[in-house]
């Protein structure tokens, strides 16, 4: 059996990846400190796999602790997932992201290279495109950060760069995720966030559900089309395939890897509230708001290099995004609460 430790697993993306691994052949292994996820979420996923999870509670930053889990487990790989990901709050809590960011991936590395595990998958963030020149986004853009959240995913990506370069043994694939949204088909699994969603998606799902009274739009003065910001929405599902093959990849071949996840189409967010409207019936009131500190107008990625590098591409549509997204918040409105 191949282990693959999934740090924050329980998490949105991880636990769908986790469903992705295990229908791949691999064993993830969850380590979550559920600090931002639900024990629920396990429960489910057993549903789903018919087959008990492997779950240690803890967090990335006791070192001792996730070198022991490696040990015992004796992991093939490890694909880190666990950190903070609110832009709003980074900006009003820096120190927070500073902290839980960088310190885990600090804690994360030592534990690992202690151990001899050195195959890497990182959750990166088109965020470290900070404010983008023109669109679509290779992975050859230059980077910079636009809030403090954004400068923790860089500083990450450079440190795995400076590890690389200073022992050959190491095996990193960062994915540059843009903007993942949907959830699992059975409306098991979705997208949870605690109290006021800080993303677009799961906002305009409990208006229409619902639990709140209008969307705000942060924005309505930008140059795009209709003037609010546009987006590269990718399905949780084509995301979590995503890091099956990248996985694949970096335990077949000896060569480091960039990739953006996206689908290479930008949709604004006016265009996702009607088709929102569309897939679940619902009307979603929306009420215009200033522009938010550190949003920019666009963001969405050139994905071809995942194509010819991981001979992946996404394939679902903003309509299924919408349908899955709806079907999820429908069936659990208080979300695993």
């Known amino acids: 059996m191949r282990f693959v430790l999934l740090t924050g697993g329980a998490g949105y993306i991880g636990s769908h990846t986790y469903l992705a691994l295990h229908a791949a052949g691999l064993t993830p292994v969850i380590l979550d400190d559920f600090s931002n996820s639900s024990p629920v979420v396990l429960e489910r996923l057993q549903r789903l796999t018919g087959q008990p999870v492997l779950c240690e509670r803890g967090s990335v930053a006791d070192k001792a602790r996730v070198q022991a889990l490696i040990e015992r487990y004796k992991m093939t790989a490890v694909i880190h997932f666990a950190g903070f990901k609110a832009v709003g709050e980074s900006v009003a809590q820096p120190l927070k992201y500073f902290a839980n960011n960088l310190g885990g991936m600090v804690s994360l590395l030592q534990a690992m290279d202690a151990t001899d595990c050195r195959t890497l998958l990182f959750s990166s963030s088109a965020t470290v495109y900070g404010d983008p020149a023109t669109v679509p986004i290779t992975e050859q853009f230059p980077r910079s950060y636009t809030n403090p959240y954004g400068h923790t995913k860089l500083v990450c990506e450079d440190m795995l760069s400076a590890l690389c370069a200073s022992n050959p043994a190491w095996r990193v694939g960062v994915l540059r995720y843009f903007n993942p949204v949907g959830a699992h088909p059975s409306g098991l699994i979705g997208e949870d966030p605690s109290g006021l969603p800080n993303n677009l998606m799961p906002y305009v799902a409990q208006v229409a559900v619902g639990k709140r009274p209008f969307l705000n739009v942060y924005g309505r003065d930008y140059a795009t089309p209709d003037g609010t910001g546009v987006r590269d929405y990718i399905h949780v599902e084509d995301l979590a395939a995503g890091h099956v093959a990248a996985l694949q990849k970096l335990l077949s071949a000896s060569e ?34 200033p522009r938010r500190s550190g949003d920019v107008a666009q963001c969405y990625a050139d994905a071809s290099l995942a194509h010819s590098l991981l001979n992946w591409r996404a394939t679902r549509t903003l309509a299924d995004m919408c349908a899955d997204a709806w079907h999820w918040q429908s069936c659990n409105p208080d979300g695993y609460r």
């Open 256 to 289: 480091n890897f960039t990739v953006n996840l996206g689908t290479g189409q930008g949709y604004s967010v006016l265009e996702v509230v009607r088709a929102f409207e569309q897939a679940s019936g619902q009307l979603v009131p929306c009420q215009f708001a």
